[in-house]
Each structure stands twice: as structure tokens, then as C-alpha cells.
T-cell receptor, first 113, second 114 residues
Framework: AQSVTQLGSHVSVSEGALVLLRCNYSSSVPPYLFWYVQYPNQGLQLLLKYTTGATLVKGINGFEAEFKKSETSFHLTKPSAHMSDAAEYFCAAYTGTASKLTFGTGTRLQVTL | NAGVTQTPKFQVLKTGQSMTLQCAQDMNHNSMYWYRQDPGMGLRLIYYSASEGTTDKGEVPNGYNVSRLNKREFSLRLESAAPSQTSVYFC?????????????FGPGTRLLVL
């Protein structure tokens, strides 16, 4: 069964520091991968997605993620954190089964001054 | 465009009561979904509707029923609420069920079952 693992339920970075949120997936077939962001008391918003093509994917708000098949990873990065980046981030994957989007447990990002 | 809207925003129920959560989208999407979000568990799919007139079970369907009223609306019903159904419920929609499609989420309904 497909699973998505996010390492670290809470990550704290200083404003201006690198943001790295980790996501690994387990699957015997190439998955389709997504990162969503959830701001407090709001729904989820798509940050970026990998389906086919270039393995380095750029998203909104300066975030990007790299699909590494050999490491079964899809880590999310941003070179310089901003206070407005404080939110919960979810990695998700499709395995090809129609409509079945599997989410990780989420990582809450805290940005400090 | 309002996107995906959900009502109510917040609800308190007593064990055994019933209620219906409403969801509507104005993006002319074919597919709609209901998820629940619990601390430390991410989002889990309850039911989905690939197209008008069809519904299918997701990962955690027990205790819930759904209705795809028309292309715009997809409701979730709790017939006899239990404390284990205390959660935040999200509705989402997408153009189709292809992996290329992005799911768009509503703002959520916070449900507390006492």
C-alpha cells in the first residue's frame, strides 16, 4: 500500500534561513507527488506538484521540490524563510488508483525572528 | 469565483444526533471529495464522487453517507454522530480523476461531537 512519510511534525527556522521539509513515499510505481500548505483555520492550497518531466518543480511563494526516484523522496525547500511561511505543510501522492490521494501527517513550520 | 464553499463552519452535536455537511463548487468540476483531518493523521478520504451520479468509498467511510446532488453539490451526512467523528472535515473538487488534476479545497467544517 502506498504511504507518505513526513519526517518531523514540527520544524522551526529563523527568518531568512533555509527551509527544508522532508517527504518520502513508498511505492513500486512512479507516483505523482504534491505539496499542499494549510494556513491557520483555512483549507489546503496547492504549492506545487510533480507528475512527469523535470524532476525539479517550482511552486508558489518561492518554494521548490525535487523528485528523487532513487531516494523515493520529494523534499520541499525554500532558500529564505519568511514569517508568512508559518503554516502546516502536507506532502501527498497519487499511485495511479483513481482519486486516491494519500496524505502525509503534516509538518508544522514555525518561523522565528 | 468562490471556489469551494462549505457550510456550516462549526458545529457541535450530541452523540446520536444527525447532521449534513454541505459543499458546493463553482468551478464546473466533475469530481468531488470529502476528507477528515485529525491531529497527527493528515487527511483521510471518506468518500468521493468521480462524476455526477456516482459515489465511491474512500479510506474511512464507516458512519458516513454522501449524496452528489448535482454537479455543483456534494453533501456528507452523519446519521448518528459519535465522539470519534469529532474532526475537521474538508470538501475538495477537481476537474477529473486524472493524476494531472489538482484538488481544490474548501475552508473546512469543524465538528465537535459530545
Amino acid at each position: 500500500a502506498q504511504s507518505v512519510t513526513q519526517l518531523g511534525s514540527h520544524v522551526s527556522v529563523s527568518e531568512g534561513a533555509l527551509v527544508l521539509l522532508r517527504c518520502n513515499y513508498s511505492s513500486s510505481v512512479p507516483p505523482y507527488l504534491f505539496w499542499y500548505v494549510q494556513y491557520p483555520n483555512q483549507g489546503l492550497q496547492l504549492l506545487l506538484k510533480y507528475t512527469t518531466g523535470a524532476t525539479l518543480v517550482k511552486g508558489i511563494n518561492g518554494f521548490e521540490a525535487e523528485f528523487k526516484k532513487s531516494e523515493t523522496s520529494f523534499h520541499l525547500t525554500k532558500p529564505s524563510a519568511h514569517m508568512s511561511d508559518a503554516a502546516e505543510y502536507f506532502c501527498a501522492a497519487y499511485t495511479g488508483t483513481a482519486s486516491k490521494l494519500t496524505f502525509g501527517t503534516g509538518t508544522r513550520l514555525q518561523v522565528t525572528l | 469565483n468562490a471556489g469551494v464553499t462549505q457550510t456550516p463552519k462549526f458545529q457541535v452535536l450530541k452523540t446520536g444526533q444527525s447532521m449534513t455537511l454541505q459543499c458546493a463548487q463553482d468551478m464546473n468540476h466533475n469530481s468531488m471529495y470529502w476528507y477528515r483531518q485529525d491531529p497527527g493523521m493528515g487527511l483521510r478520504l471518506i468518500y468521493y464522487s468521480a462524476s455526477e451520479g456516482t459515489t465511491d468509498k474512500g479510506e474511512v467511510p464507516n458512519g458516513y453517507n454522501v449524496s452528489r446532488l448535482n454537479k455543483r453539490e456534494f453533501s456528507l451526512r452523519l446519521e448518528s454522530a459519535a465522539p470519534s467523528q469529532t474532526s475537521v472535515y474538508f470538501c475538495a473538487s477537481s476537474g477529473g480523476t486524472s493524476v494531472q488534476e489538482t484538488q481544490y479545497f474548501g475552508p473546512g467544517t469543524r465538528l465537535l461531537v459530545l
